[in-house]
């Protein structure tokens, strides 16, 4: 029985995708919070944050993909989202420091079904604190089609503004 909704961010957006892309996981909508769609962009900030340099960077990166057994290319997220058929949606504010909004649109653009919510002022971490996305999540949770999910068709970018402070 799959789950009746998923909802995860940052990491756990990323997390999820790939569980539900390639290990299983059967949910009937899935929300996700400005989720990275390839993992160089984490692991590259942790080589940043660690001062580690490109060719250091690059040694680890190698690393990883001998420890996991395969490339972290084959861990990008549109090409394994193209085979989703549940509803979903993605949050993202425009002033995200942490995530590049193009990961987000990447996603959306892929995932046939899902649709692209752009914030204001609400960065990366406050996405899991402001009162209107829990109020967009829990309508989309309790939609039943696609196309009244967040008031945009299925697919579609739909801008919003948030009270949120900067």
């Not at 909704?5 to 899935?30: K, Q």
């Not at 996991?68 to 394994?80: F, I």
């Not at 079904?113 to 752009?118: D, E, F, T």
């Amino acid at each position: 029985v799959p789950f009746h909704a998923v909802i995860a961010h940052s990491l756990g957006g990323t997390a999820t995708l790939l569980a539900a892309a390639e290990l299983g996981l059967a949910a009937r909508r899935i929300a996700i919070l400005a989720a990275p769609n390839h993992p160089r962009l984490f692991a590259a900030a942790m080589m940043t944050m660690l001062g580690l340099g490109k060719a250091q960077t690059e040694a680890v990166f190698r690393a990883i993909e001998r420890r996991v057994g395969r490339s972290m290319d084959s861990l990008y997220l549109p090409p394994l989202l193209r085979r989703f058929g549940m509803p979903g949606l993605i949050l993202h504010s425009r002033d995200d420091r942490v995530v590049p909004l193009a990961h987000s649109r990447e996603n959306a653009a892929a995932w046939p079904g899902a649709g692209l919510r752009i914030l204001d002022g609400l960065g990366h971490r406050r996405l899991v604190s402001d009162p209107q996305v829990h109020a967009t999540l829990l309508h989309f949770i309790g939609s039943d089609a696609p196309a009244d999910s967040f008031g945009a068709e299925a697919g579609a970018e739909a801008g919003a503004q948030t009270n949120a402070a900067a």
